[in-house]
């Protein structure tokens, strides 16, 4: 008897804890990986010069719904395919939904700079699935946060401008793994 209270109280402590963690890293991965996969799909919107608004020859990146063929591009066509990640995602409201994750992206105003720059947000759906917030860049910098805002469900997120940009880095953002980027999509 007293082994099987033993036990309870370690499941309880200490395997329950281990489990639920385990899951939140793993959801906390997925979500870095879907948003690589956001900056390459900005990367090949780029190249395929879906949108230049402002008729220079310099594509500019592209709204959620236009990368996932859902919206028109400015010349009333759509991607005859997605770009985006699907297995198991769905998008609402130009947010991403996947692997517990809501993820979106946040373009600049202005031609000129969405030729530039773009920011790609990954946040919990529920503070369950993950803990972490993570931003990608057009320079594939990626940045994590412990979330301290609590930023959680796909109706909310982030406000813009949150992602470290250049040299400013604002407190509780941190390179994801220390890394660097490697490759940049957006125009010089």
Known sequence: ??????????????????????GQAFAEKTAVSTLRTLHWAQGLFREGRY?????????????????????????GERLSNSLLPEAGARVERDVLQAGGYCFRYDLPQGAHARERRFVAYGWPSRLEAGRKLFCI????????????????????????????????VPEGWVRWRNKTNKLSVGAQ
């Open 51 to 75: 949108v230049d608004v402002d008729g220079n020859g310099v594509a500019e990146f592209g709204e959620l719904g236009q990368l996932g063929g859902r919206d028109p591009l400015p010349s």
């Open 137 to 168: 860049d057009q320079d594939e910098q990626i940045w994590e946060s412990t979330n301290p805002e609590g930023y959680a469900g796909c109706d909310g997120g982030p406000p813009r401008g949150l992602c470290p940009e250049g040299d400013v």
């Open 1 to 22: 008897m007293l082994a099987i209270v033993g036990a309870a109280i370690f499941l309880a402590r200490v395997g329950v804890p281990n489990v639920v963690g385990s």
